[in-house]
Nanobody, 127 residues
Framework: QVQLVESGGGLVQAGGSLRLSCAAS????????MGWFRRAPGKEREFVAA????????YYADSVKGRFTISRDNAKNTVYLQMNSLKPEDTAVYYC????????????????????WGQGTQVTVSS
């Protein structure tokens, strides 16, 4: 059974930085697409960033492009989300997710195609 555990969230002032980590266990990690998503209060979960199994392909939501960077270390079964120039509107619970299917027809894969989810980590950006 795949387990994903996020860490690194917290309270930061606008303009600051945080790095989220997501440690995976219980399955094959290196070939799987990983994604970061977030849910702000009163809103639905939304896509933030995705990375291919090798790390060679990435994709970002327009709202975070140029500020956030997704990366992975397959030797450590961990995916990261470096968040810079944080804004109050980035306040949300951040989730990592793993997509177990290897083949994909669209990039990035839609939210519904991710099979495993972490418990989330809170990020709060104060103005």
């Amino acid at each position: 059974q795949v387990q994903l555990v996020e860490s690194g969230g917290g309270l930061v002032q606008a303009g600051g930085s945080l790095r989220l980590s997501c440690a995976a266990s219980g399955g094959t990690f290196s070939s799987k697409i990983m994604g970061w998503f977030r849910r702000a209060p009163g809103k639905e979960r939304e896509f933030v960033a995705a990375i291919s199994g090798s790390g060679g392909m990435t994709y970002y939501a327009d709202s975070v492009k140029g500020r956030f960077t997704i990366s992975r270390d397959n030797a450590k079964n961990t995916v990261y989300l470096q968040m810079n120039s944080l804004k109050p509107e980035d306040t949300a619970v951040y989730y990592c997710a793993l997509r177990s299917l290897l083949l994909f027809s669209s990039w990035p894969p839609p939210l519904r195609e991710y099979d495993y989810w972490g418990q989330g980590t809170q990020v709060t950006v104060s103005s």
